[in-house]
């Protein structure tokens, strides 16, 4: 069974920092990762998509890499704004599954 | 198109009674999944439709909980004989193809009392 872990649970940091959020998932055998952002009380904004052949995706100021034999990811936050704070998930997308299988996000806070 | 619609956003309901949600995916995707959301928690996957065939259910989606798809169009899940642990956030998601990015919905929040 798939198990995907992101860490830290919560980060805060001052405007303009640059950041990286990190997950990690147990079985290799993906299909694709996918990167999102959810504001309290809301649904999830798609941030994201990397292919399990691929090693990175760019847009603006996010980047996100993956490494699949090690079974990790990372989101790298360029320049954070208040804008920024939200919490991010990471969810695996099975080789074997039509399903997602999510993290319990990180919490972001960008302070002013 | 405005992306994936669900209704209604907010629902109370006393214990024991059936409830109904529906969602509207992008108009050109045929995938469509449900998923259920706790505090705290990451989305955990309930079901999967590729047009009108219901082709994967998790363990989660007991046999109070039923899912359709007429059409391939939208789709509803109806919970039967509510209970206080099903009170959680019901998100819908669609993609057009497998490897293609997931689209969800603002979600439907649900308390039974």
């Known amino acids: 069974k798939q198990e995907v872990t992101q860490i830290p649970a919560a980060l805060s940091v001052p405007e303009g920092e640059n950041l990286v959020l990190n997950c990690s998932f147990t079985d290799s055998a993906i299909y694709n990762l996918q990167w999102f952002r959810q504001d309290p009380g809301k649904g999830l904004t798609s941030l994201l998509l990397?292919?399990?052949?691929?090693r990175e995706q760019t847009s603006g100021r996010l980047n996100a890499s993956l490494d699949k034999s090690s079974g990790r990811s990372t989101l790298y936050i360029a320049a954070s704004q208040p804008g920024d704070s939200a919490t991010y998930l990471c969810a695996v997308g099975g080789a074997g599954s039509y399903q997602l299988t999510f993290g319990k996000g990180t919490k972001l806070s960008v302070i002013p | 198109d405005t992306g994936v619609s669900q209704d209604p956003r907010h629902k109370i309901t006393k214990r024991g009674q059936n409830v109904t949600f529906r969602c509207d995916p992008i108009s050109e995707h045929n995938r469509l999944y449900w998923y259920r959301q706790t505090l705290g928690q990451g989305p955990e996957f309930l079901t999967y439709?590729?047009?009108?065939?219901?082709?994967?259910k998790s363990r989660l989606l007991s046999d109070r909980f039923s899912a359709e798809r007429p059409k391939g169009s939208f789709s509803t899940l109806e919970i039967q004989r509510t209970e206080q642990g099903d009170s959680a956030m019901y998100l819908c998601a669609s993609s057009f193809e497998r490897n293609t990015e997931a689209f969800f919905g603002q979600g439907t929040r649900l308390t039974v009392v």
């Open positions: 439709f590729q047009n009108e065939a219901q082709l994967e």
């Open positions: 990397i292919q399990s052949s691929q």
